[in-house]
């Protein structure tokens, strides 16, 4: 069992000496026991990349000090990354064509990050975020959520249910519309197109029945009366 000579740095501090294993009481034994089971479940966890990083350590205490210093890196680090994570927060708006489920990833993405960094948001704070960060076509569905729910006990992924609940109805009343409008615009097409239509058959019809009536008029005049001149003829047919 290694000692702690963590305090035996300065004059007067207690010197800790390593025991020899026969000088083990049961207390002991116990300690050493379960630090070989913390060490085996840390070993198990890491892959060979981050094992190399902490063979070194003797104890699971040590592993797991030199992991923190690995992953989170020292006070000045997270501070950094705070900052960064922060500025993502308040900056972060639905972007155009981005549908509700990609913003909700995004979204929660940034509050677990901040989360591990020791930034927590309450319900409201999220829930007021959320919906500022939506487009204005949102509006309508914002205002009333904000007057029917208590935003203090609406979790985020409650409130995100809801935002896709609406998203879907709008696009299902979106596809409705959609389909329905080529049918009336063609409708409306053979309502203007008809009139028109049967107007140009009818006159077409009256034309070729005046020629006709035209024409079988003179043959009837040439036909009983004989002193009906090609001249005369050729007035009328002027006329």
Same mark, same amino acid.
């Given at each position: 069992?290694?000692? #702690? ?11 800790? +000496? ?14 050493? #026991? ?12 890491? %892959?060979? !990349?981050?094992? $190399? ?14 992991? @923190?210093? @690995? ?10 990354? *705070?900052? +960064? ?31 591990? *960094?020791?930034?927590?948001?309450? #319900? ?7 919906? =500022? ?16 729910? %208590?935003?203090?006990? *609406?979790? *985020? ?16 009343? &979106?596809?409705?519309? &959609? ?14 197109? $008809?009139? &028109? ?12 029945? $005046?020629?006709? +009536? ?6 009837? =005049? ?8 090609? !001249?005369?003829?050729?007035? &009328?047919?002027?006329?």
């Amino acid at each position: 069992m290694k000692a #702690n000579t963590a305090f035996a740095v300065s004059d007067g501090a207690p010197e800790f +000496v390593e025991k020899k294993r026969h000088d083990y009481t049961n207390e002991d034994k116990k300690k050493v #026991n379960l630090d070989n089971v913390a060490r085996d479940i840390l070993y198990k966890t890491l %892959d060979k !990349n981050m094992f $190399s990083k902490i063979k070194t350590c003797t104890t699971a205490k040590e592993i797991w000090e030199k992991l @923190i210093q @690995i992953c989170e890196g020292n006070d000045e680090t997270k501070e950094n990354k *705070l900052t +960064v994570s922060q500025q993502k927060y308040e900056s972060i708006k639905m972007k155009d064509g981005e549908t509700m489920t990609e913003f909700d990833e995004r979204f929660s993405a940034v509050v677990i990050e901040l989360t591990s *960094l020791g930034k927590e948001y309450s #319900n409201r704070e999220l829930a007021l975020k959320v919906m =500022r960060a939506l487009p204005r076509e949102w509006d309508v569905k914002t205002v009333a959520m904000r007057e029917s729910k %208590d935003l203090n006990k *609406l979790e *985020l992924q409650d409130l995100f249910a809801n935002l896709k609940a609406y998203e879907f109805e709008l696009e299902t009343r &979106s596809e409705a519309l &959609s389909t329905s409008q080529p049918t009336k615009d063609l409708a409306a097409t053979s309502e203007q197109c $008809s009139p &028109s239509t049967s107007k140009s058959t009818e006159q077409l019809s009256n034309d070729a029945m $005046s020629l006709f +009536v035209k024409k079988f008029g003179k043959f009837l =005049r040439r036909s009983y009366n004989p002193s009906f001149s090609y !001249n005369n003829a050729n007035k &009328s047919e002027d006329l």
